[in-house]
């Protein structure tokens, strides 16, 4: 059973490039602060234009 | 995160940090504290295993010390995400794994290195390329190695244009090989009816752009493909100092280059790297290098970035929330628009 308390735990504030704790968001934790950035994706126009 | 650090950084007491020029030396600046964080952070992470993790504690110190005078892998912000994640998730032989990894992870010390995406489905390299620059999209796309027509092309094409900006804009070369230690050649699928991409950079593969080597836009195009990625990479470095903009990442507002609705951090990006592609278009121009149909060309895409930016710049100024420094440096982007109008 996997166990519920971390073996090595980290303050989230000497990390580098992730988004602060404290937002609520639990995914704040392990995303990258800033995501890729992609241009002329090709995905067909939306029917209105 | 750094976000919150009182530091002054060296290039906050230059008289204009945020200026919208290029600058090769105060890249240089921004990559220290980009390695100064990812040290620090490591070292810390490391002050932390106890003893709980098999690992070279002399081989890492020894990288880290050389990470300190000089450029490191973009896959190094890569694996050091993944190893937070691992210790997140308890999977400490993933941990390990990843510091046995971390200095045998070699550095181009001198940028641009030209290379085809490793296989993903192959190499450990390639994979991790293809995950750090897909964490953006909403749907899944295929990332893959060029092939070496393409591959050929493309490489001609990034060749004629460093050539180009050697001429007309040695400025904004100089910031690039300083900024791009990787250009990573990879393809996307073929099929119209398929999301794919042009270029791509993200913040956990600093001193990484990859670019879609099926694209054929000639030495014009690459040019504003160049600035355009390298513009992201320097937003990124930026960031390590805090965040551009204080919307929610859930708040999506439509964007000037690509067809899905973005949160406002990449509305703001595409906003100011336009800004830069009409930058190097204009030099080039300006310096009377250009003709015939690259002229033409030259000519016309600068009139669509001019476009591309206003539509940008009205969603950022109408929506945006922007931080001192986002502020700073938008202001700089849209005063040069303004004084090339």
Known sequence: MKSTTKQIKLDKTKLFGFNQAGSGKAQAKTRPMIGSKAVGSKLPPPPED | MNSGSTKTAPWQTSPNPYGFEPSAERVRQLSRRMRSGLIDSLRYIVGQTNGQIEFSPEKLEQYLAQAAQGPVSPQAFCLYHDLVVALETDDLAAASKLLNELPDLQAPQNGPVVIDLPNPQK????????????????????????????????????????????AGDPELAAEIRALVLEIILAAG???????????????????????????????????????????????????????????????????????????????????????????????????????????EKARKDLAENARLFAKGIDVVHRHGKLSPMGEALMRGASDYMASAA
Not at chain 2, 128 to 156: H, Q, V
Not at chain 2, 238 to 244: E, I, K, T, V, Y
Not at chain 2, 268 to 289: E, N, P, Q, S
């Open chain 2, 123 to 166: 190499t450990t390299a390639g994979q991790r390329y293809a995950r750090f620059i897909e964490t953006d999209f909403s749907a899944g796309f295929a990332i893959l190695p060029p092939s070496p027509k393409a591959s050929a092309n493309c490489r001609a094409q990034i060749r004629d244009a460093f050539a180009l900006m050697d």
């Open chain 2, 189 to 295: 699928t073929e099929d119209p009816k398929k999301m794919t991409f042009d270029g791509a950079s993200a913040f956990m593969l600093w001193g990484a752009i990859m670019i879609n080597a099926n694209r054929n836009d000639g030495e014009i195009g690459m040019v504003q493909m160049l600035a355009h990625e390298s513009a992201h990479d320097l937003l990124f470095g930026f960031c390590a100092d805090g965040p551009l903009v204080e919307n929610s990442p859930e708040e999506l507002f439509p964007s000037p280059l690509r067809v899905d609705p973005r949160p406002m951090e990449g509305i703001y990006h595409a906003t100011f790297v336009t800004a830069r592609m009409h930058r190097a278009v204009k030099k080039l121009i300006d310096a009377g290098i250009l003709a015939g149909k690259s002229l």
